[in-house]
Protein backbone atom coordinates (compact mmCIF):
# COMPACT_ATOMS: atom_id res chain seq x y z
CA UNK A 1 0.00 0.00 0.00
CA UNK A 2 1.29 3.55 -1.03
CA UNK A 3 -0.26 6.19 1.01
CA UNK A 4 -0.36 9.29 -0.64
CA UNK A 5 -1.13 12.55 2.06
CA UNK A 6 -2.16 15.49 0.53
CA UNK A 7 -2.71 18.88 3.05
CA UNK A 8 -5.78 20.90 3.17
CA UNK A 9 -5.49 24.61 3.94
CA UNK A 10 -8.63 27.46 3.69
CA UNK A 11 -8.61 28.70 -0.04
CA UNK A 12 -6.42 26.10 -2.05
CA UNK A 13 -7.13 25.67 -5.36
CA UNK A 14 -9.15 22.89 -5.92
CA UNK A 15 -7.84 21.86 -9.34
CA UNK A 16 -4.18 21.39 -7.93
CA UNK A 17 -5.72 18.98 -5.19
CA UNK A 18 -8.25 17.41 -7.66
CA UNK A 19 -5.97 17.07 -10.91
CA UNK A 20 -3.82 15.42 -9.31
CA UNK A 21 -6.16 13.17 -7.32
CA UNK A 22 -8.22 11.92 -10.21
CA UNK A 23 -4.67 10.34 -11.60
CA UNK A 24 -3.82 9.11 -7.90
CA UNK A 25 -7.47 6.93 -8.11
CA UNK A 26 -6.32 4.86 -10.58
CA UNK A 27 -2.79 4.05 -8.92
CA UNK A 28 -2.29 0.42 -8.37
CA UNK A 29 -2.63 -0.44 -4.34
CA UNK A 30 -2.09 3.39 -3.06
CA UNK A 31 -4.52 5.41 -0.54
CA UNK A 32 -5.33 9.32 -0.42
CA UNK A 33 -5.09 10.68 2.79
CA UNK A 34 -6.63 14.22 3.31
CA UNK A 35 -4.95 16.22 6.31
CA UNK A 36 -5.80 19.34 7.68
CA UNK A 37 -5.90 20.21 11.27
CA UNK A 38 -9.46 19.27 12.09
CA UNK A 39 -12.36 17.17 10.39
CA UNK A 40 -14.21 20.28 9.30
CA UNK A 41 -14.79 21.10 5.68
CA UNK A 42 -12.33 22.73 3.88
CA UNK A 43 -13.30 25.82 1.64
CA UNK A 44 -11.82 26.20 -1.82
CA UNK A 45 -10.94 29.24 -3.86
CA UNK A 46 -14.35 27.59 -6.12
CA UNK A 47 -16.29 28.03 -3.09
CA UNK A 48 -16.98 24.88 -2.46
CA UNK A 49 -15.78 22.18 0.31
CA UNK A 50 -13.48 19.17 0.42
CA UNK A 51 -13.60 17.26 3.75
CA UNK A 52 -10.53 15.97 5.29
CA UNK A 53 -10.21 12.34 6.07
CA UNK A 54 -7.72 12.57 8.84
CA UNK A 55 -5.97 15.29 11.04
CA UNK A 56 -2.20 16.23 11.70
CA UNK A 57 -2.63 14.16 14.92
CA UNK A 58 -4.04 10.82 13.83
CA UNK A 59 -2.25 10.94 9.43
CA UNK A 60 -0.44 8.32 8.82
CA UNK A 61 3.11 8.57 7.43
CA UNK A 62 2.96 9.73 4.00
CA UNK A 63 5.36 7.85 1.35
CA UNK A 64 3.96 10.87 -0.98
CA UNK A 65 3.87 13.77 0.84
CA UNK A 66 1.57 16.44 -1.28
CA UNK A 67 0.83 20.04 -0.81
CA UNK A 68 -1.20 21.79 -3.83
CA UNK A 69 -1.20 25.62 -3.89
CA UNK A 70 -3.97 28.54 -4.18
CA UNK A 71 -3.33 32.02 -2.93
CA UNK A 72 -4.26 30.46 0.66
CA UNK A 73 -0.99 28.69 0.81
CA UNK A 74 0.65 31.80 1.59
CA UNK A 75 -1.82 32.49 4.46
CA UNK A 76 -0.63 29.11 5.93
CA UNK A 77 3.48 29.87 5.46
CA UNK A 78 3.55 30.35 9.33
CA UNK A 79 1.25 28.13 10.13
CA UNK A 80 3.45 26.23 13.03
CA UNK A 81 1.22 22.97 12.80
CA UNK A 82 1.19 22.67 9.68
CA UNK A 83 4.94 23.37 8.87
CA UNK A 84 6.40 20.74 11.90
CA UNK A 85 3.83 18.38 10.30
CA UNK A 86 5.28 18.98 6.71
CA UNK A 87 9.11 18.19 8.30
CA UNK A 88 8.10 15.57 10.70
CA UNK A 89 6.45 13.07 7.43
CA UNK A 90 9.54 14.62 5.20
CA UNK A 91 12.12 13.01 7.17
CA UNK A 92 10.52 9.31 6.10
CA UNK A 93 8.35 10.27 2.71
CA UNK A 94 9.92 8.64 0.23
CA UNK A 95 8.52 11.52 -2.26
CA UNK A 96 8.30 15.13 -0.78
CA UNK A 97 5.99 16.93 -3.61
CA UNK A 98 3.52 19.72 -4.81
CA UNK A 99 1.74 21.67 -7.55
CA UNK A 100 1.51 25.15 -8.10
CA UNK A 101 1.78 27.61 -5.18
CA UNK A 102 2.24 24.76 -2.62
CA UNK A 103 5.89 24.45 -3.04
CA UNK A 104 6.19 28.06 -1.39
CA UNK A 105 4.59 26.04 1.42
CA UNK A 106 7.48 23.05 1.17
CA UNK A 107 9.79 25.97 0.98
CA UNK A 108 8.62 27.86 4.51
CA UNK A 109 8.98 24.57 6.12
CA UNK A 110 12.84 24.18 4.86
CA UNK A 111 11.80 21.55 2.91
CA UNK A 112 13.32 22.94 -0.73
CA UNK A 113 16.14 25.02 0.63
CA UNK A 114 19.07 24.16 -2.31
CA UNK A 115 16.57 22.40 -4.52
CA UNK A 116 15.37 22.99 -7.73
CA UNK A 117 11.94 23.29 -7.66
CA UNK A 118 8.73 25.26 -10.05
CA UNK A 119 5.47 26.87 -9.38
CA UNK A 120 2.73 29.01 -10.75
CA UNK A 121 4.95 31.09 -13.23
CA UNK A 122 3.78 34.68 -11.82
CA UNK A 123 5.26 33.56 -8.40
CA UNK A 124 7.85 31.77 -9.49
CA UNK A 125 11.17 33.92 -9.05
CA UNK A 126 9.91 34.34 -5.31
CA UNK A 127 10.94 30.88 -4.28
CA UNK A 128 14.57 32.60 -4.45
CA UNK A 129 13.30 34.12 -1.33
CA UNK A 130 13.68 30.94 0.61
CA UNK A 131 17.15 29.55 -0.66
CA UNK A 132 15.44 27.45 -3.73
CA UNK A 133 16.59 27.48 -7.26
CA UNK A 134 13.47 28.25 -9.29
CA UNK A 135 13.29 26.47 -12.60
CA UNK A 136 10.85 27.45 -15.27
CA UNK A 137 9.22 24.14 -16.31
CA UNK A 138 5.99 22.21 -16.17
CA UNK A 139 7.49 19.77 -13.82
CA UNK A 140 10.82 19.63 -12.06
CA UNK A 141 12.20 16.57 -10.04
CA UNK A 142 15.26 17.56 -8.07
CA UNK A 143 16.33 13.99 -5.88
CA UNK A 144 12.94 13.14 -4.47
CA UNK A 145 11.41 16.32 -4.74
CA UNK A 146 9.03 16.77 -7.42
CA UNK A 147 7.24 20.01 -8.07
CA UNK A 148 4.63 20.84 -10.84
CA UNK A 149 3.72 24.30 -12.02
CA UNK A 150 0.63 25.54 -12.08
CA UNK A 151 -2.76 24.27 -11.42
CA UNK A 152 -2.96 22.25 -14.96
CA UNK A 153 -0.07 21.20 -14.43
CA UNK A 154 -0.88 18.90 -11.15
CA UNK A 155 -2.03 16.40 -13.84
CA UNK A 156 1.63 16.03 -15.60
CA UNK A 157 2.82 16.06 -12.07
CA UNK A 158 0.72 12.87 -11.35
CA UNK A 159 2.06 10.64 -14.41
CA UNK A 160 5.35 12.32 -13.71
CA UNK A 161 4.56 10.25 -10.22
CA UNK A 162 3.22 7.40 -11.32
CA UNK A 163 6.30 6.39 -13.82
CA UNK A 164 8.31 7.40 -11.30
CA UNK A 165 6.51 4.64 -8.62
CA UNK A 166 5.70 2.33 -11.18
CA UNK A 167 7.30 2.21 -14.55
CA UNK A 168 6.58 4.01 -17.76
CA UNK A 169 4.42 1.51 -19.27
CA UNK A 170 1.78 1.92 -15.96
CA UNK A 171 1.46 5.92 -16.36
CA UNK A 172 1.19 5.71 -19.93
CA UNK A 173 -2.14 3.14 -19.09
CA UNK A 174 -3.24 5.24 -16.79
CA UNK A 175 -3.00 8.29 -19.08
CA UNK A 176 -4.91 6.01 -21.61
CA UNK A 177 -7.79 5.59 -18.93
CA UNK A 178 -7.85 9.17 -18.23
CA UNK A 179 -8.44 9.97 -22.12
CA UNK A 180 -5.34 12.75 -21.18
CA UNK A 181 -4.66 14.05 -24.49
CA UNK A 182 -4.85 17.59 -24.01
CA UNK A 183 -5.71 19.99 -27.40
CA UNK A 184 -6.23 23.30 -25.77
CA UNK A 185 -8.87 25.77 -27.94
CA UNK A 186 -6.00 28.45 -27.51
CA UNK A 187 -2.62 29.00 -27.34
CA UNK A 188 -2.35 31.13 -24.67
CA UNK A 189 -1.86 28.89 -21.50
CA UNK A 190 1.60 30.07 -21.02
CA UNK A 191 3.40 33.61 -20.71
CA UNK A 192 5.74 32.49 -23.74
CA UNK A 193 2.60 31.84 -25.63
CA UNK A 194 1.11 34.64 -24.71
CA UNK A 195 1.09 39.02 -24.39
CA UNK A 196 3.43 40.32 -22.75
CA UNK A 197 2.02 43.09 -21.54
CA UNK A 198 -0.88 41.24 -19.99
CA UNK A 199 1.93 38.79 -18.93
CA UNK A 200 4.08 41.72 -17.14
CA UNK A 201 0.47 42.79 -15.45
CA UNK A 202 -0.61 40.18 -13.91
CA UNK A 203 3.17 39.11 -12.74
CA UNK A 204 3.29 42.43 -11.35
CA UNK A 205 -0.60 42.44 -9.47
CA UNK A 206 0.18 38.81 -8.58
CA UNK A 207 3.90 39.48 -7.21
CA UNK A 208 2.58 42.73 -5.09
CA UNK A 209 -0.25 40.96 -3.27
CA UNK A 210 2.23 37.87 -2.29
CA UNK A 211 5.76 39.78 -1.56
CA UNK A 212 5.58 41.30 1.86
CA UNK A 213 3.94 37.21 3.07
CA UNK A 214 6.90 35.54 1.46
CA UNK A 215 9.34 37.40 2.93
CA UNK A 216 8.31 36.90 6.35
CA UNK A 217 8.05 33.57 5.66
CA UNK A 218 11.35 33.32 4.50
CA UNK A 219 12.96 35.43 7.46
CA UNK A 220 11.44 33.63 9.94
CA UNK A 221 13.01 30.22 8.26
CA UNK A 222 16.13 32.10 8.44
CA UNK A 223 15.77 32.75 11.91
Not at 6 to 18: E, I, K, M, N, S
Not at 139 to 154: K, Q
Not at 190 to 213: F, W
Request: proline share 6%; charged share 20%; glycine share 8%.
Amino acid sequence: MINIVAVLFPDLTQLDLTGPAQVFAKYPDAQLHLVWNTLSPVVTDGGWCIVPTTTFQTCVQADVLFVPGGDGAFDVMDDPLLLAFLREQAERADWVTSVCTGSFVLAAAGLLTGYRATSHWASLDMLSEFGVIPVSERVVRDRNRITGAGVTSGIDFAFTLAAQLFGDDEARRIQLALEYDPDPPFEAGSPAKSDPELVRRIATATQGRRIDRVRRAAAALGR
